[in-house]
């Protein structure tokens, strides 16, 4: 069992920068793919970006592409998300996701929230027009 803390989030401007960390409990870390999803109010869960165990494969959304970037650390149990270029569309509650599976989704799939089964309580992102 996985167990995932994020935290980071806040209040930020349009334009300005946030670091999320979620932080994982269990030895097996490093053998999970991780993902970062999001969910705003009135909509559904979606991807952000995914890297893979050691670090060495990463995944974005068209929506993050040149703006976040995903990472770990894997001797601290950590991954993050470093969100440049905030716009008021990304308001939302950001989730933490490990995947246990990763040999088991191939492309697209690798994406869905279903692939990915620990998830954190989330940290809440709102960013100011």
């Known amino acids: 069992q996985v167990q995932l803390v994020e935290s980071g989030g806040g209040l930020v401007q349009a334009g300005g920068s946030l670091r999320l960390s979620c932080a994982a409990s269990?030895?097996?870390?490093?053998?999970?793919?991780m993902g970062w999803f999001r969910q705003a109010p009135g909509k559904e869960r979606e991807f952000v970006a995914r890297i893979t165990g050691n670090g060495g494969n990463t995944y974005y959304a068209d929506s993050a592409k040149g703006r976040f970037t995903i990472s770990r650390d894997n001797a601290k149990y950590t991954v993050y998300l470093q969100m440049n270029s905030l716009e008021s569309e990304d308001t939302a509650v950001y989730y933490c996701?490990?995947?246990?599976?990763?040999?088991?989704?191939?492309?697209?799939?690798?994406?869905?929230?279903?692939?990915?089964?620990?998830w954190g309580q989330g940290t809440q992102v709102t960013v100011s027009s």
């Open positions: 996701a490990g995947d246990p599976n990763p040999y088991l989704c191939s492309g697209y799939g690798c994406y869905a929230a279903r692939q990915y089964n620990y």
């Open positions: 269990g030895r097996t870390f490093s053998t999970y793919a």
